[in-house]
């Protein structure tokens, strides 16, 4: 089970079931805190299709993002890794 950092009450959480998920790399949050030596991979979870790419039309506009990607399977825990949950990207 993937799971996601959660700021809010600093706890681990699986990452939500969806039918795509949008991927990127956070340039800027990937090296520090919670992500020293690691790689921070943004996820965020999408109803469907249209929402998906709604939201990779956005992310695209953010410069600290890069290798952004839709995808329909749900990431898979990597050594390395550390994932965050942006569910604030799906309404921009």
Request: glycine share 2%; net charge positive.
């Amino acid at each position: 089970m993937t799971e996601y950092f959660d700021s809010k009450d600093n706890t681990f959480k699986p990452i939500p079931d969806a039918k795509w998920y949008v991927v990127s790399e956070d340039k800027f949050m990937s090296g520090w805190g919670r992500a020293i030596d690691k790689k921070n991979l943004c996820v965020i979870p999408c109803d469907d299709l249209a929402e998906a790419e709604r939201v990779e039309t956005y992310i695209q506009s953010r410069a600290e993002q890069k290798r952004i990607r839709i995808v329909a399977k749900k990431p898979k825990t990597k050594p390395n890794v550390i994932y965050s949950l942006l569910l604030e990207w799906k309404n921009k």
